[in-house]
């Protein structure tokens, strides 16, 4: 049974970069694509974008132009990078794992944004 | 983008009730389409994929139906431990949408 644990920066001021990662136990961490997704608060989910074990990803083009994944397969972590982060991404992030239905998630992080 | 849009937003139910939420989508998404329950301060937890298959361990008293663009999540009688946010997912066509969400409360 796969687990993920997240961790990065719960504050930032704006115009930061958000860094988060997220580690992958259990089952295999190839043959799957690996994705974030975040919730403002009291809002829906929105989908970031995903990475595979090849490096393949796709991103959400709302986020296209900030947004940076990557993964260590060797560790067994994807992370994630927001530039230039304002009061508007102010949300909790959750890892998951995804291609389509996604399933597991990780524990979510708050990350507040202040001006 | 596709557009995913449930209804209704709050649902005010009792225990034992029969509840049917639903998502329809802008365009259609065939049947690749995801529920997901979620509790206070907790990550979602996926109920039922590609429109009808039940996830395990999920209770039989949670079904989806649909295809196409109209989809409905029902379930069949409320227990205390389904109140709770549901959200749709499409993952048809990226980038992958979800719902505005639909908070089911106690009546």
């Known amino acids: 049974q796969v687990q993920l644990q997240q961790w990065g920066a719960g504050l930032l001021k704006s115009s930061e970069t958000l860094s988060l990662t997220c580690a992958v136990y259990?089952?295999?961490?190839?043959?799957?694509?690996w994705t974030w997704i975040r919730q403002p608060p009291g809002k829906g989910l929105e989908w970031i974008g995903e990475?595979?074990?090849?490096?393949?990803?796709n991103y959400n083009p709302s986020l296209k132009s900030r947004v940076t994944m990557s993964v260590d397969t060797s560790k067994r972590q994807f992370s994630v990078k927001l530039s230039s982060v304002t009061a508007a991404d102010t949300a909790v992030y959750y890892c998951?794992?995804?291609?389509?239905?996604?399933?597991?998630w990780g524990q979510g992080t708050l990350v507040t944004v202040s001006s | 983008d596709i557009q995913m849009t449930q209804s209704p937003s709050t649902l005010s139910a009792s225990v034992g009730d029969r509840v049917t939420i639903t998502c329809r989508a802008s365009?259609?998404?065939?049947?690749?389409l995801a529920w997901y329950q979620q509790k206070p301060g907790k990550a979602p937890k996926v109920l039922i994929s590609?429109?009808?298959s039940l996830e395990s361990g999920v209770p039989s008293r949670f079904s989806g139906s649909g295809s196409g663009t109209d989809f409905t999540l029902t379930i069949s009688s409320l227990q205390p431990d389904d109140f709770a946010t549901y959200h749709c997912?499409?993952?048809?066509?990226?980038?992958?949408?979800f719902g505005q969400g639909t908070k089911v409360e106690i009546k």
């Open positions: 998951a794992r995804g291609g389509g239905r996604v399933d597991p």
């Open positions: 259990g089952e295999s961490f190839s043959d799957y694509y």
């Open positions: 990475i595979n074990d090849s490096g393949n990803i």
């Open positions: 365009q259609s998404i065939r049947s690749w």
């Open positions: 590609k429109a009808s």
């Open positions: 997912q499409q993952y048809n066509t990226y980038p992958w949408t």
